[in-house]
């Protein structure tokens, strides 16, 4: 299952839930602050590998999982950093409420404490009105400012997702209002789903890749300052590339050039890798077949859900379904030609299929040596983070056991989203099911974890 997947089956989820719950009352924007969030474990001084990592002296890892209230659900989607702090998007239902809202968090890398002079008291909230579904799908950041894109329903009926772009400051969360209205780009463009997936930016633009009408890719490219439509540099016409079926999933900007990965809609759906300028969006030639790669790698759906630049090669990660259930599957290309580099797993290309169920790759970071990959296996979803050499792709054993970290949290579904790294450790994000809920069930509740890069352990 793909990330766009999930969030569709957020989307019908929360419209059935808004169906049902249409006359309990309205949601207004709300700030509030994670007060029950739990750390639930953290390591010794040095475990696993010692020094300082980014944001101070080390003294351990750390897992939280955190929640508001009992009964309330949750998903942390998406990750990104500076030396010190952690930037976390996701969303969160209130329990018996009629709407998802965003929800960005600012942490402490070294404890993973929130940030008190954030939002209110660590974190904020924003979209919404009593009609409201909407989650962030992700965030980078600048020097001074984060970059947030999404979808919320705030504009029409429930049922019609539309773009969502937030410009805020690092500092204290605060939208800048010079950046389209008070902070915020929406775009209703179709009154099917919209929905934005992925951002990038340079010193200049913002880039949002995600899909329109529900079946086709689009491209935008706006001024980092107002937020407007580029119309100077001839990007697409008037900012604005279409046409595409399918939905793109991720993206990242190298230089002058843009990689975007997801999937079309030929054959059951297929991968797809577009390499892209900056300036005009154009196709660039000399990358794979005109400046596009596409795979029909199965019957079933295939698709990408991460890309990363690295040394002069792409990895790209996701899923294929090959054998009828879904596989975790990674590539190594170069970024000039988009060839395969042999050397990574046979020819290019490794896979991995740890259960007889549904198991997905969600994303991946890398550093000098390694890189990280994060995502689920087996039916009910266990988390799920390996390490692998960049050059042949080969597990490195002394992370974890034999190179993997597996847990299962609960008899439900836990997954991991996205990854993160700096000097010694990884952050990873996502949900666990172990929150309570009404009666004895569990919920859905963001979690968080810190993990030594050595070693796997906390």
Aim: hydrophobic residues 35%.
């Amino acid at each position: 299952m793909s990330k766009i997947k999930v969030i569709t089956l957020l989307l019908v989820s929360a419209i059935a839930l808004f169906s049902l719950n249409a006359n309990k009352g309205c949601w207004g924007q709300k700030i509030i602050d994670f007060e029950d969030a739990e750390v639930i474990m953290t390591g010794s001084s040095g475990s696993g590998g010692g020094g300082s990592g980014g944001g101070g002296t080390v003294a351990s890892g750390w897992a939280i999982s955190a929640y508001l209230n009992a009964g309330d659900t949750g998903n942390a989607t998406d990750v990104t950093s500076d030396s010190t702090y952690l930037y976390i998007t996701g969303w969160y239902l209130a329990s018996g409420g009629t709407a998802t809202v965003w929800r960005i968090e600012k942490r402490e890398k070294t404890t993973g404490a929130l940030v008190i002079n954030f939002g209110s008291s660590g974190a904020l909230t924003s979209t919404g009105n009593a009609a409201a579904i909407a989650s962030p799908m992700d965030i980078v950041a600048d020097a001074d400012y984060l970059y947030i894109a999404g979808y919320d329903t705030s504009s029409g009926a429930a049922v019609s997702a539309e773009w969502r772009v937030e410009k805020r400051t690092k500092d204290t969360g605060i939208l800048v209002s010079s950046f389209g209205t008070n902070g915020v780009v929406v775009n209703n463009i179709s009154a099917a789903s919209d929905i934005a997936y992925a951002i990038a930016v340079d010193d200049n633009f913002i880039y949002i890749a995600g899909q329109a009408s529900g079946t086709s890719w689009r491209i935008e490219k706006r001024s980092k300052i107002t937020g407007a439509l580029d119309t100077t540099t001839g990007f697409g016409t008037g900012g604005v590339i279409a046409g595409t079926t399918g939905s793109p999933s991720c993206m990242i900007l190298e230089g002058s050039y843009l990689y975007i990965g997801g999937y079309d809609n030929v054959g059951g759906g297929r991968w797809r890798l577009e390499k892209r300028s900056s300036t005009t969006g154009s196709t660039v030639g000399g990358f794979f077949v005109g400046g596009v790669i596409t795979e029909d790698i199965s019957v079933g759906a295939d698709s990408i859900n991460k890309v990363i630049s690295d040394g002069g090669f792409l990895y790209i990660g996701g899923y294929d379904n090959t054998g009828g259930n879904n596989q975790w599957r990674a590539e190594k290309r170069d970024t000039l030609g988009g060839s395969f580099d042999a050397t990574f797993g046979p020819t290019g290309i490794m896979t991995n299929n740890p259960s007889s169920s549904d198991d997905t790759m969600f994303a991946l970071t890398s550093d000098t040596t390694y890189i990280y990959a994060v995502g689920s296996d087996t039916a009910a979803g266990r988390w799920r983070i390996e390490k692998r050499y960049k050059t042949n792709g080969v597990l490195e054993s002394s992370f974890g056991s034999d190179g993997l970290v597996a847990e299962n949290f609960s008899s439900a579904s836990d997954e991991a989203f996205d990854v993160l790294s700096d000097d010694n450790f990884i952050y990873i994000v996502g949900y666990d099911t172990t929150g309570t809920g009404s009666g004895a069930t569990t919920v859905q509740q963001w979690r968080i974890e810190k993990r030594f890069k050595s070693s796997g352990s906390f």
